[in-house]
């Protein structure tokens, strides 16, 4: 009953802290927001543009497009908080929009952090949230709310793999009986994908261009095994030699290219993990394969190459970009029987 009541006072929340979106969840009503962690300000201010408001998907907006006045910052990088007092804005107008009420009370947090990060950044994370408005705040691995969110048995006595590749981190783990049995991480995702485009170009092309181009020519040509139909695209960069504006035509094959050293250290993340696990959990992964999520998984082809590379079978999430945050939010729900998975900063996870 009193439970009900405080539900209904004061809903606690999930949130997907990520290095480029943030998910945020209400106990009982499901994802309430999704946007770019992102947030906008005044150069040399620090204050956060538009009364604290250009944030998220207004902020993504201004990312290299912004005048000299005016700078747009992510405030994570590679799964982690680089910029404390600008996540902790950003996280608290996030908590404020994603909830229609707050009574005043704070909300219980479950929030989703790579599984390689340090104590300290620990920390910055449980300090962020409490700052930003949250009461008592738990971490959960993102690869263990990434098996959670794709519906994989994890609490079943046979291995079920998932990899999760964010902008920042790709976190790969094989877990059985509800607990992780091995897992790894990197901190490389999509972001470097994009860095490696923006090489390639320079390298290949001559041309410069802004990550966020990058990331469009990524999302539009790129893949990582061979297409059916090769595809074409127009990008347009500044001539690294004359320093005007030109257009260079690329292809598929020629991003595949680039995109070859970043997704080999997360193919590499994945054969480790494999190697480290038991030759009986290894057996299951031959029928159980594995689950790719996180926006990096839309890649094109992506669970082809996996799949040829490490032998077992691949697939992709239905919504990969909100499976951890689908998984948060199922933890969020059974917060009793999930505790243990749980970090609270005492060490008692
Ligand atoms: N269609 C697509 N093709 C390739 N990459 C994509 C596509 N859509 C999104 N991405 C990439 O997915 C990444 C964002 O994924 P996601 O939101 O899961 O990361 P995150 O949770 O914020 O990061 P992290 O978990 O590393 O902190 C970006 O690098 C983006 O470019």
Request: hydrophobic fraction near 40%.
């Amino acid at each position: 009953m009193l439970h009900r009541l405080r539900q209904w006072l004061c809903p606690d929340l999930a949130i997907d802290l990520g290095t480029a979106n943030t998910i945020v969840a209400i106990q009982g009503e499901g994802i309430a927001l999704d946007e770019p962690s992102v947030v906008a300000l005044h150069k040399g201010s620090r204050k956060i543009l538009g009364k604290g408001t250009a944030v998220g998907k207004l902020a993504k907006q201004m990312l290299g497009r912004t005048p000299d006045s005016i700078i747009a910052v992510r405030p994570l990088k590679e799964g982690v908080i680089t910029d404390f007092e600008l996540c902790e804005s950003m996280l608290r107008y996030f908590i404020h929009k994603a909830r229609h009420h707050s009574r005043g009370l704070r909300p219980r947090v479950v929030i989703a952090v790579p599984g390689s990060i340090t104590p300290v950044e620990k920390r910055a994370v449980f300090n962020s949230a409490e700052r930003a408005g949250a009461g008592r705040v738990y971490l959960i691995e993102e690869s263990k709310a990434a098996g959670i969110g794709a519906g994989l048995p994890i609490s079943e006595p046979m291995a079920s793999m998932v990899c999760d590749i964010g902008g920042g981190t790709s976190e790969v783990a094989i877990m059985s009986l509800g607990d992780t049995v091995v897992s790894n991480s990197v901190r490389i995702g999509g972001d470097r994908c994009d860095e490696a485009i923006v090489e390639y170009m320079k390298q290949h092309f001559s041309l410069r261009i802004g990550v966020q181009t990058a990331e469009d020519l990524k999302m539009e040509l790129g893949s990582a095994y061979p297409l059916e139909q090769e595809l074409t695209g127009e990008v347009k960069g500044l001539d690294t030699i004359s320093s005007i504006p030109r257009k260079a035509i690329v292809t598929s094959e020629e991003l595949r290219d680039a995109l070859h050293g970043p997704l080999e250290a997360i193919l590499n993340c994945c054969k480790q993990t494999i190697e480290q696990c038991k030759p009986e959990l290894v057996a299951d992964l031959a029928d159980n394969g594995m689950v790719l999520t996180g926006g990096g998984a839309l890649l094109r082809g992506l669970e082809y190459y996996m799949s040829e590379q490490l032998g077992i079978p691949v697939r992709i999430d239905e919504d990969p970009l909100r499976t951890v945050a689908r998984g948060t939010a199922i933890c969020l729900e059974h917060l009793g029987q999930w505790r243990h998975a749980f970090d609270n900063g005492e060490g008692d996870f």
